[in-house]
């Protein structure tokens, strides 16, 4: 595995790319693990909770999983690095410049995610990494159903 020291941000540069990379293991999105957002969050839309009605009134004809749900089991999504940063003492999440939710994920399928480096540049507070990330339903790989950019900081 190839390594990068932190704040050598010229070396960095090499992992910007506009080719994603390879699939991530893939997560089964089940309607248990809808319920418990739901009620975790307080999101309990029938969409979502209500596999009866979704069947008759959802233009999907089932329930579909919230997108912030699809969004935070992209951890859980890892695929093999192809890198390591190394050198930092923090890395911090800084946040997200774009969050879409493009499509829907139906309860019962399976997701899975790849990404990119976008950007690699140097900021006040460090090495600032912009990572997009797609999250595709299994089967419907032309179009994913999210797409995030993550901005790391290594400090």
Known sequence: ??????????????????????WSGEVEVTQEMVNQFAE???????IHTDPEKAKTDSPFGCTVAHGFLTLVLIPKMRS?????????????????????????VPVGCS???????????????????????????VGQDERPAVIYELIFIYM
């Open 40 to 46: 975790l969050t307080g999101d309990d839309y029938w």
């Open 111 to 137: 997701i899975r995610s790849r990404s990119r480096i976008k950007e690699v540049s140097t900021t006040s507070k460090g090495t600032k990494m912009v990572m997009e990330q797609h999250v595709h339903v």
């Open 80 to 104: 093999e690095p192809s890198y390591e940063v190394t050198g930092f003492n923090n890395m911090l999440n800084y946040g997200s410049d774009k969050l879409r939710f493009t499509g829907v």
């Open 1 to 22: 595995m190839k390594q990068y020291r932190y704040d050598d941000v010229e070396g960095m540069q090499a992992l910007v790319s506009d080719e994603f990379g390879p």
